[in-house]
């Protein structure tokens, strides 16, 4: 069992910087690749961004590539999101994930969640 919970969402002006956190319990971290998804009012999950477990890999989605980074610190059992340019487009509840393939981006690839955090960019 992995549980997970992020933190770092908030209010930002457009064009604005974020970093969301998700600190993951337990003692298998590393042996999890690690997922952001977003969820705007209204829309499906959406996949974001994903990291393999040793961090040698990453896949963003189109629309966030060039503006968000995934690192993980398996010392510390945390992923990071770091959100810059962001755009009014990008408001969602934020999720992170934990399953076995980094290169899926689909949510039923991942078998654990957190609770999500908002993020709300204003124009």
């Known amino acids: 069992q992995v549980q997970l919970v992020e933190s770092g969402g908030g209010l930002v002006q457009a064009e604005g910087s974020l970093k969301l956190s998700c600190a993951a319990s337990?003692?298998?971290?590393?042996?999890?690749?690690m997922g952001w998804f977003r969820q705007a009012p209204g829309k499906e999950r959406e996949f974001v961004a994903s990291?393999?477990?040793?961090?040698?890999?990453?896949y963003y989605a189109d629309s966030v590539k060039g503006r968000f980074t995934i690192s993980r610190d398996n010392a510390k059992n945390t992923v990071y999101l770091q959100m810059n340019s962001l755009k009014p487009e990008d408001t969602a509840v934020y999720y992170c994930?934990?399953?076995?393939?980094?290169?899926?981006?689909?949510?039923?690839?991942?078998?654990?969640w957190g609770q999500g955090t908002q993020v709300t960019v204003s124009s």
């Open positions: 994930a934990a399953g076995p393939l980094s290169s899926s981006g689909s949510p039923n690839a991942y078998n654990y």
């Open positions: 337990g003692r298998t971290f590393s042996r999890y690749a």
């Open positions: 990291i393999s477990r040793s961090g040698g890999s990453t």
